[in-house]
């Protein structure tokens, strides 16, 4: 049974910034992917609460980022956990998605 702390919860500041807490995987994606095409334009995600994140929440994160570059929005990450900066610099996504230089290579 997962933890409660697991759960994925997916909200949006006063500022428009998306704040997601929780756990994406396969199953709760699909609620990350609705908050973000709920509103067209800058797509600005605080990922601060994030512990988990798999291979469909990165896939998300790279779609969005690039249909934003596509159509000229802004995608920012203003937080990050440690456990996703980790998986970011594992996949070497950290300067694509954090705009960052990517020492790992």
Do not use: K, Q, W
């Not at 759960?7 to 998306?18: C, H, K, M, S, W």
């Not at 994140?53 to 896939?59: F, L, T």
């Not at 900066?85 to 950290?94: A, K, N, P, Q, V």
């Amino acid at each position: 049974m997962a933890d409660e702390s697991d759960v994925l919860e997916v909200t949006r500041a006063e500022d428009g910034t998306i704040v997601v807490t929780g756990d994406v995987d396969a199953h709760s994606v699909v609620d990350l992917s609705r908050e973000i095409d709920r509103r067209p334009g800058a797509v600005i995600l605080d990922l601060g609460g994030v512990g988990f994140i798999d291979s469909s929440g990165i896939r998300v994160l790279v779609e969005t980022h690039s249909r934003c570059r596509d159509v000229g929005n802004e995608f920012r990450i203003v937080a990050v956990s440690a456990p996703v900066r980790r998986l970011f610099e594992i996949t070497g996504l950290t300067g694509y998605l954090l705009g960052e230089v990517d020492e790992s290579n």
